[in-house]
């Protein structure tokens, strides 16, 4: 369905939609970097300058299989309006911007689904879900951590039997590059995952618009536009969470944060090929404490666990909740 929308109020729009994704880089920094910081191994500028490199490293790296399922297959791309868009992304930001001054790393994707339910389903009832997307996207909110946990425990069982007659200062020096490797790959797999969110979003707003033909796809300008905001939000950083992520959950050093950014990075590229925009925050806090329970169960703080967890379950529900509450209010207009 298409609908007219006077030009400044659609560069608006997608000024909003770019807002997000910085906003998404900025809440999500501590995903790609905490373990680096936390185990000293890059200062806090040197890590945030690596993690956004990732993040647009991926431009060249990843298919737009996720841009694709958020712009079509979570709400039915011939309903959305202008409006609806509003209501998603203002949804999203109100409660990344929550749990960032929390220092609750949930998940800014899993907002954005919410914000986008919640404004779709007030504009035209239920039956504008895409079952299949939604189902996908909903189902790997518990499927990613608990994935991520298990290669996470697995790679600390195998890579310690593997190093078990190595010198401890010899282990440590190649678990450094291992882990240097490794948050690399977990950079690139954020930035290919969480920046197609807003690509699908913006998408889906010029098609809804007319801007796009009649035929979905996503325009080369706003691939680079949004791989560009995301980059410069992670540069900007996320103190706060990057604290929860690298020393609330449980104590990491190179050898744990090797396994974790490892598990997380094949957690997030499978979902990815697969067109699923799972979770970064979800895949990353899974496999954190995959490596403190590999070690003992006492060596995860539970307590930071389960509040990280309770934050996962409300994401969508709330935002889907301030999604619809901003479409309604554009009615007024």
């Not at 369905?1 to 659609?10: C, D, H, Q, S, V």
């Not at 079509?72 to 609806?84: E, F, L, N, R, Y």
């Not at 990057?242 to 590229?269: D, E, P, Q, W």
């Amino acid at each position: 369905m298409e609908t007219t929308l006077a030009l400044p109020l659609l560069v608006g729009l997608i000024a909003l939609a770019l807002a997000f994704d910085f906003l998404n880089g900025l809440h999500d920094a501590a995903n790609a970097i905490a373990t680096v910081v936390s185990t000293r191994l890059l200062s806090p500028f040197a890590a945030v300058l690596f993690a956004a490199l990732g993040n647009f490293a991926a431009y060249w790296l990843v298919g737009l299989h996720v841009a694709e399922t958020v712009g079509k297959g979570i709400v039915d791309k011939d309903v959305v309006t202008p409006a609806v868009v509003f209501g998603a992304l203002v949804g999203a930001m109100f409660w990344n911007v929550v749990t960032w001054i929390k220092g609750i790393p949930s998940s800014s994707s899993h907002a954005l689904i919410g914000g986008l339910l919640g404004a779709g389903i007030a504009h035209a009832g239920p039956g504008v879900v895409e079952s299949e997307g939604t189902v996908k996207t909903v189902a790997a909110i518990f499927l990613s951590p608990m994935i991520g946990f298990v290669i996470a425990m697995a790679l600390m069982v195998l890579t310690s039997w593997i190093f078990k007659g190595t010198a401890p200062r010899r282990a440590d020096g190649m678990f450094k590059g291992l882990h240097l490797i490794s948050s690399a790959a977990y950079s690139i797999s954020h930035g290919g995952n969480d920046a197609q969110k807003t690509m699908g979003i913006i998408t889906v707003l010029l098609y809804s618009t007319g801007h796009l033909g009649g035929e979905f796809h996503v325009p080369e300008w706003v691939v680079l536009s949004c791989y560009c905001a995301i980059a410069l939000g992670t540069m900007s950083g996320g103190w706060k969470i990057i604290k929860t992520m690298g020393t609330g959950l449980t104590k990491l050093n190179h050898h744990s944060g090797f396994c974790a950014s490892t598990a997380g990075s094949l957690v997030v590229f499978g979902a990815s090929a697969m067109g699923i925009p799972v979770s970064t925050t979800h895949a990353i806090t899974g496999s954190v404490v995959g490596t403190g329970a590999a070690r003992r169960a006492s060596a995860v703080r539970w307590s930071v666990a389960s509040r990280v967890i309770v934050a996962w379950f409300i994401t969508i529900p709330a935002s889907a909740g301030v999604g619809a509450a901003f479409y309604l209010l554009t009615r007024l207009w």
